[in-house]
């Protein structure tokens, strides 16, 4: 059974930084491309970043370049995405997800497996 486990969201102030996790199981996650997704109130689900395989390709979504990063560990079968300078628009519910196969993609439809998400709060 594959299972994606976030963690990290919270209450932040604008400004601040948070970390998130997700943690997966049932898988061969280092022969896995990962990405992370969030939906904010009322809004369309959004890519945020992917990381392929190996850790040494990932992609930000153009307007959260500078402020949000993808990581991973391997051995830990655990993907990261560190988030800068939060603003109050960045509120959502943060998902990661494993892709079909082992490279970079930005397309949900790309992706088997979610996790139950996380929420981010920014406050201003």
């Known amino acids: 059974q594959v299972q994606l486990v976030e963690s990290g969201g919270g209450l932040v102030q604008a400004g601040g930084s948070l970390r998130l996790s997700c943690k997966v199981s049932?898988?061969?996650?280092?022969?896995?491309?990962m990405g992370w997704f969030r939906q904010g109130p009322g809004k369309e689900r959004e890519f945020v970043a992917t990381?392929?395989?190996?850790?040494?390709?990932?992609r930000v979504a153009d307007h959260l370049k500078g402020r949000f990063t993808v990581s991973r560990e391997n051995a830990k079968n655990t993907v990261y995405l560190q988030m800068n300078s939060l603003k109050p628009e960045d509120t959502a519910v943060y998902y990661c997800?494993?892709?079909?196969?082992?490279?970079?993609?930005?397309?949900?439809?790309?992706?088997?497996?979610w996790g139950q998400g996380t929420q981010v709060t920014v406050s201003s």
């Open positions: 997800a494993a892709a079909a196969h082992v490279w970079t993609v930005t397309e949900p439809q790309q992706y088997n497996y």
């Open positions: 049932g898988l061969t996650f280092s022969a896995t491309a």
């Open positions: 990381i392929n395989w190996r850790g040494d390709d990932t």
